[in-house]
């Protein structure tokens, strides 16, 4: 059974950073494109940043852009999500996802993509 698990939210001041981790269980991590998305309230789910199975290629959204960096470790079935000068904005919940529908050394945007997807971690940006 397939079971993704997000860590590392929590409350943060305006400028400040977290560190997000996302340990995936199950035999899927080494041949998924993993994702990061995140939810605001009373927002749509939207796209943050994808990473490709190698770790070689990545994508982001531009409202995060420079602001944040995705990371795997195969080893440790875990992807990782940066995020630095956080704004009040970026307060949603975070979900990661993991992807078999593209190639080895793609990666998406699209959620519809996304196979398998954790429960969420809140992030919290406070003025």
């Known amino acids: 059974q397939v079971q993704l698990v997000e860590s590392g939210g929590g409350l943060v001041q305006a400028g400040g950073s977290l560190t997000l981790s996302c340990t995936v269980s199950g035999r899927v991590f080494e041949d998924s494109a993993m994702g990061w998305f995140r939810q605001g309230p009373g927002t749509h789910r939207e796209f943050v940043a994808t990473i490709s199975t190698s770790g070689r290629s990545t994508g982001y959204s531009d409202s995060m852009k420079g602001r944040v960096t995705i990371s795997r470790d195969n080893a440790k079935n875990t992807v990782y999500l940066q995020m630095n000068n956080l704004k009040p904005e970026d307060t949603a919940v975070y979900y990661c996802?993991?992807?078999?529908?593209?190639?080895?050394?793609?990666?998406?945007?699209?959620?519809?993509?996304?196979?398998?997807w954790g429960r969420g971690t809140q992030v919290t940006v406070s003025t």
């Open positions: 996802g993991a992807s078999l529908v593209v190639g080895s050394e793609y990666y998406t945007k699209n959620d519809y993509d996304y196979n398998y």
